[in-house]
Structure formats: C-alpha cells, structure tokens
C-alpha cells in the first residue's frame, strides 16, 4: 500500500522522515500495529535507527503523520474532483471523494484507528483534520453567501460534522458492512439527501 512514490535517494530530512513514514505504512499494513518493529520500518526506509528517532520517539509516534497523509489525499482529491457548481454537487463530490479514498485505504484506515484513537495521540486528531475542517467551513460560507444554504448554520461544527458523518459512513460500507457495489451508491444516496436537508439546501 503506497500513498507516494518515495524514492531512497537524497539526504534532504523531508526526504528522510517521507521514507520513514511511506516504510512505516508498508510494515504496519503487513505486520499490523502491535507486530511491528522500528528495525523493521528503517531497514525497509534504508536508514540508520537512530535516524528514526530525530523524527520519532516510538512507532506509535509515526501515526499522526500517517494520519497527516491520509488527510492530505483527502484535501487532494477535493480540490481535484470537488468543482464549483451548485452546493448540491459539491456535497456529492465531496462524499464520493472520501468514500473512494476509504475504499482504497481501507486497510490502513483500520491501522489509523488502532494506533491514534487508542493512544496518546488521539489528541492529535482535530489538529490533523483542521486543514480539511476549514476547506469545508469555506465552502459553507460560500453557500450561505449565496443564499442556498441555512444562514443560521454554524459552519466551524457543521463542518466537523459532515466530515465526521461522511467518514462514519464511508466506514460502515467498507469496513463493517462489506456492502456490494449497489449497496454502497444506495448509502451515498442516502447520504447525500441527509446532508442536503440538514444544510437547508434544495434537492
């Protein structure tokens, strides 16, 4: 599982801890969690183990990064796929992103959630999604500027809350429920009208 491609080459620290984390995914997703050794992740990174620690205090620490990652492709696939239609557009494009992106992580989405939520670093997790909150609460002032969405939402919770709501979904499809194919555009569906009447928008 890779989220990009990081070469072993150069001595730059961005390219170094980018190794550690892409190494540490690969040995987590493999290994899991628990099994996984630092020995393990920089033999796979091609550096020395104290190289590890300039970066990392334990391999726990490494999932807030991961995390960061994620996020990252979250905000990517957005600003790639998301246009500048309609609200109602935009909330389906933003649900079909996430539910995409679930679906091809689904097995480090599960490591995320082992090793962040169940740690110290569970703290961590608004600091990490504040990039992706704030795409979302622009997005909602746009819409109420235009007048199509409730002028009385609070956009810094609504926002959190469609990610969550989103995310939770996305999650039940793939990695509780297994849904088919058709089970999961039934639950997108559904979904998207939830949202939609909870921004006050028109469907």
């Known amino acids: 599982m890779t ?8 001595v730059s620290r961005i390219d170094k801890k980018e190794r550690i984390i892409q190494s540490a995914i690969d040995v987590f997703s493999e290994k899991g969690i628990e099994k ?26 490494v999932m807030p990064a991961i995390a960061e990652v994620m996020v990252n492709k979250i905000l990517e696939g957005l600003n790639k796929k998301v246009s500048g239609g309609p609200i109602q557009q935009q909330i389906n494009d933003i649900i079909h992103v996430i539910f995409d992106l679930t679906e091809t992580y689904k097995e480090l989405t599960k490591l995320l959630y082992t090793g962040l939520t169940q740690t110290q670093y569970v703290g961590n997790w608004e600091i990490i999604y504040a990039p992706l909150y704030e795409w979302i609460e622009e997005l909602l002032r746009n819409g109420m500027k235009d007048q ?49 009447k909870a921004l006050g928008a028109h469907t």
């Open 3 to 10: 989220f990009s491609h990081i070469g072993k080459k150069g």
């Open 36 to 61: 996984a050794t630092i020995s393990e992740i920089v033999k796979k990174a091609g550096i020395a183990q104290g190289t590890f620690y300039l970066y990392f205090s334990s391999k726990l620490a």
């Open 148 to 196: 199509v969405i409730d002028s009385e939402l609070n956009v810094k919770y609504t926002a959190k809350i469609i990610v969550g709501t989103i995310e939770s979904a996305a999650e039940q499809a793939y990695l509780y429920d297994q849904q088919e194919t058709e089970a999961v555009k039934e639950h997108q569906k559904e979904l998207y009208y939830f949202l939609i």
